[in-house]
């Protein structure tokens, strides 16, 4: 099978939790292609089986060039299994998921694209790379009333083991044969 995952990253969790799915795909035998949505505003379908979208919650939102590739290309999204990924602090923990929905069903009202599969799936945060406001609004708004001590720097949410479940899960489903 060959895979096509398409993604943005900010900080670039995003952009490692993309490179851990296409190396567990490649690792099961088949092939990756990657296309970054800041930088390629059509993707290539041709050949493609099953696709994997993976975008960062940021300021509420995810990126305005991953969300415009949703809606332009919905049709040809419509035609092949998916999963998409939403990366945001809010899914790390319990009482922020309803939240990181919020996040994601927005951006699929936004775009009208209906994924065959989505993942709430928590971020990390960079705080080695904030000044010293972008530290406070992080620990003060972002990750208010959480035990999280931003002063030994990076901190990873993300869930490894959870995330290759869910990739193999993907992976076993049986292809839908469009209607």
Request: with cysteine; glycine share 6%; aromatic share 8%.
């Amino acid at each position: 099978m060959h895979y096509l995952l398409i993604y943005e990253t900010f900080e670039g969790q995003t952009g490692k939790i993309v490179a851990r799915i296409a190396a567990q795909i490649r690792q099961a035998g088949h092939r990756v292609r990657l296309c970054n949505a800041a930088q390629f505003a059509a993707p290539d379908f041709t050949g493609i089986d099953r696709v994997v979208l993976a975008a960062p919650v940021h300021e509420r939102r995810h990126p305005p060039d991953f969300e415009r590739l949703l809606s332009d290309h919905r049709d040809a999204l419509s035609r092949l299994p998916t999963l998409l990924i939403s990366v945001s602090l809010k899914a790390a923990f319990a009482d922020g998921m309803d939240e990181a929905q919020d996040f994601l069903d927005e951006m699929l009202m936004r775009t009208r694209f209906r994924p065959g599969r989505a993942l709430l799936v928590a971020g990390a945060v960079r705080s080695d790379a904030y000044d010293y406001y972008q530290r406070q609004i992080v620990q003060h708004v972002l990750l208010a009333g959480q035990d999280v001590d931003l002063s030994q720097g990076p901190v990873e949410f993300t869930d490894w083991d959870k995330l290759a479940r869910d990739i193999a899960a993907f992976m076993a489903e049986e292809p839908v044969t469009p209607a």
